[in-house]
């Protein structure tokens, strides 16, 4: 079976940088969620769409910003890097109604040095 | 707001050792409860659920139960193996649009 699908798998940019994470959901799946998981910590939530419009807003700073396209993929664009944004960044989709388990992507895992 | 509480960690049991991490939530209606798992590099999973109150989840020998009595859906396990070694997290979903809520995490290692 189909699953998320997240790219890159890893991701090394520096200080400043700007880094493009994808996240293609499960087909037919019409939820995206980003969430951000430091080293040793839990995953937080940072951003959230349905139906290509934005649902729910956790703790994404302001230098980040997502959108979902026509085809449901998700982009996070991440923008003036900081040594702190190195992370595990999972995206995980479902449907909303009924609102069940989340499907996980792999994660993108962000270094930032 | 919605919050789920998790046992710290890390465990450390021996092989067939019985195996229980508590998770206790705080939310508002009623949500639907899981445990994911996180084995070593790689994504969450999903280890098993529970939609209402008195639902029993089970997995590859992992079981727990939602008890909205005392708002708990505690994981246990018979007889743990080596290969259960991961990190447990307890998470919950409300109602509507709502994100899925994490816990802290439990890191379990089982030796040989």
């Known amino acids: 079976a189909a699953g998320v699908i997240q790219s890159p798998r890893h991701l090394i940019k520096e200080k400043r940088e700007t880094a493009t994470l994808k996240c293609y959901p499960i087909p037919r799946h019409d939820t995206v969620y980003w969430y951000q998981q430091g080293p040793g910590q839990d995953p937080q939530f940072l951003i959230s769409f349905y139906e290509k419009m934005q649902s729910d807003k956790g703790s994404i700073p302001d230098r980040f910003s997502a959108q979902q396209f026509s085809d449901y993929h998700s982009e996070l664009n991440m923008s003036s890097l900081e040594l702190g944004d190195s992370a595990l960044y999972f995206c995980?989709?479902?449907?909303?109604?009924?609102?069940?388990?989340?499907?996980f992507g792999s994660g993108t895992q962000l270094s930032v040095l | 707001g919605d919050s789920v509480t998790q046992m710290e960690g890390p465990v450390t049991l021996s092989e067939e050792a019985f195996l229980t991490i508590n998770c206790t939530y705080t939310?508002?209606?009623?949500?639907?409860l899981f445990w994911y798992v996180q084995y070593p590099g790689e994504g969450l999973q999903l280890l098993l659920k529970a939609t209402k109150a008195d639902d029993k989840g089970s997995n590859k020998g992992f079981e727990a139960t939602y008890r909205k009595e005392t708002t708990s859906f505690h994981l246990e396990k018979g007889s743990v193996q080596v290969s259960d070694s991961a990190v447990y997290f307890c998470?919950?979903?409300?109602?509507?649009?709502?994100?899925?809520?994490f816990g802290k995490g439990t890191r379990l290692s089982v030796i040989a």
């Open positions: 995980a989709s479902s449907l909303r109604d009924p609102p069940e388990k989340l499907f």
């Open positions: 998470a919950l979903l409300n109602s509507g649009n709502t994100p899925l809520v």
């Open positions: 939310a508002t209606g009623y949500p639907s």
